[in-house]
């Protein structure tokens, strides 16, 4: 069994489609047939090479939505409840964070640690199906895997994709709440 790719090779380069193995399944991990995967801008700044510390060849596809086709051992959701095959997931593109660092303990902003690797950004596509933009996705044991809930379709979530949670942590960092803002009472209004 093999599963097509699409690969940013280099900066500036065209993208390919390659063909990749079936990966051998360690302990804990799944495997997902990818519904979907989002392309975003930071896709075009990788297809541009404007990111550093990206070990192209990569698989792109950082915020995606797949149907666990494959398991070994237990893994389990970012609630504690059990992945089984046919169930439809999504997780959290940053992984490997090493809850020693400033940025893990102090700054709770993991996404940030020093040590992360990320789904089709600093995966290496020479190390496996680590990207979206693939016909399967390989997670990796302690990837946060999170089950949809039954009123939020798939299709709903990749139209949001990880511009709608990086715009509501913008909206959370400027401490704004619902109804917060007296837009009326603003000088250039109407
Ligand atoms: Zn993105
Ligand atoms: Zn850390």
Redo the contacts with the bound molecule.
């Keep these: 069994m093999t599963y097509l790719a699409a690969v940013f090779p280099a900066p500036n380069q065209p993208i390919e489609f390659r063909e990749y193995p079936e990966p051998e399944l360690e302990n804990g991990s799944a495997l997902l047939k990818t519904l979907y995967s989002e392309v975003c801008g930071t896709d075009v700044h990788l297809h541009h090479g404007r990111l550093s510390g990206v070990p192209y060849p990569i698989i792109p596809g950082h915020v995606s939505v797949g149907v666990v086709s494959k398991l070994r051992g237990s893994p389990a959701s970012v609630t504690g409840a059990p992945i089984r095959e046919g169930d439809v997931v999504t997780f959290l593109d940053v992984n490997e964070?090493?809850?020693?660092?400033?940025?893990?303990?102090i700054a709770n902003q993991?996404t940030r640690?020093?040590?992360?690797k990320v789904y089709g950004i600093t995966y290496s596509a020479n190390d496996g199906l680590l990207g979206g933009w693939s016909q399967a996705i390989y997670m990796k044991p302690g990837v946060k895997m999170i089950h949809f809930p039954k009123n939020l379709s798939p299709e709903t979530f990749i139209g949001g994709g990880c511009g709608l949670v990086t715009a509501l942590h913008a909206v959370d960092m400027a401490g704004i709440r619902l109804g917060a803002a007296q837009v009326r009472s603003l000088p250039w209004t109407v």
């Design positions: 964070t090493c809850n020693s660092c400033y940025y893990c303990l993991p640690c020093p040590s992360r």
